[in-house]
């Protein structure tokens, strides 16, 4: 399967999904939908074992798209655009096989959450890992108020949502974020090692023993994201989180009012 921004191949047992809208590879609804129609579709083949979900240009990915015509959006719509795109969130937690993130570059607010839907991620130096919502005036959204704490602990990610600070690639392997630390031009490689060491197990076994392993995430995920929805949609009317946007955008330390 091509498209122009979302690249499927298979080789062997194990499927590639690749974003390809560079250099940031920014996320939509439509983008996060097509995912998880993918992974339904790998979920469906008994050739596929395992997936590799990784990402051409700069960054892995940078998150949502803000700069769309939001602007000019009702409050009820921008909850129910978001309302939308958890649902197909938590539809990638579903899946049943195991996914392997290459994350290469910059995984970013809910590009972040994205990359914490895998089971591991294999990543560089030059990669960075923020949870930058509350630098934006916002809360944290995708899941990650329930997948990183259960990655990493519960006092180094509320150190990542209190501060939005980016973590190295470096410092992700330390804390257990990632699980694999190698060059910029291996990431790709030994993500599909990796995964490919992966699918050489018994199918039927492996996609039991997953289920085991993540059993109730997606129900949390749902959970969390129901929530996280709730607080995002009056943070999103804030003259804070309009600050943190074009703060951002101006590449620039925001001028919080508290209001």
Known sequence: MTSTDLHVSTAGHVATI?????PLNFFDLDLIRRIADELDRIDADDNCRAVVLCADGKAFCAGANFNTSAQEATKDSK???SGELYVE???IFRNKKPIVAAVHGAAIGGG???AMSADFRVTCPEARFAANFTRLGFHPGFGLTVTLPE???QTNAALMFYTSRRVTGEDAFKMGLASVLVSQD???AAALKLASEIAENAPLALVSTRATMR???ADRVKAATDHELDEQSWLRETADFKEGVKATAERRV???AGR
Do not use: D, K
């Not at 690749?18 to 560079?22: G, L, V």
């Open 186 to 188: 291996q990431v790709r």
């Open 79 to 81: 909850r129910r655009n």
């Open 215 to 217: 059993a109730g995430l």
């Open 151 to 153: 990655v990493v602990g």
């Open 18 to 22: 690749e974003i390809r809208r560079p």
């Open 89 to 91: 969130a938590v539809r």
């Open 112 to 114: 972040f959450g994205l």
């Open 254 to 256: 925001p001028n919080f």
